[in-house]
């Protein structure tokens, strides 16, 4: 099965998200900070990264530019509360694949992944 790089601030939405990735069958990598994200993709390659934008030290969309930067091409959604049209604009301009409103609706979430991952 494939494997997800989730990331956002928030410990109790990070477990609650890991678990049902993992109910469905993902191998689950969790990352508090954009930083720990960063560097866990140094020895990772998810097929999928779940990423919120705000977070502190290093947003989101700072994030998905180093992510990028560093030559991953995973598909990344952002996960975020930030979904009046110009903060999705911005998560495009970022690299993001697919942007998703908290709070996350499971049934958009898992139609997202699987559409990304090619078996939508």
């Given at each position: ?27 689950v ?74 709070p ?17």
């Amino acid at each position: 099965m494939a494997s997800v790089l989730c990331v956002d601030d928030d410990p109790g939405f990070l477990e609650m998200l890991g678990s049902l990735l993992e109910k469905r069958g993902y191998t689950v990598h969790l990352a508090g900070s954009g930083m720990e994200a960063l560097s866990l993709l140094e020895e990772l390659s998810p097929d999928l990264i779940l990423l919120d934008i705000m977070m502190p030290e290093l947003d989101g969309w700072e994030t998905l530019r180093r992510i990028r930067g560093m030559g991953c091409r995973a598909p990344v959604i952002v996960l975020t509360v930030l979904y009046e049209p110009e903060y999705r604009e911005k998560s495009f301009a970022a690299g993001a694949d697919a942007v998703v409103p908290k709070p996350v609706e499971r049934a958009i979430l898992f139609k997202t992944i699987e559409s990304l991952l090619g078996r939508g």
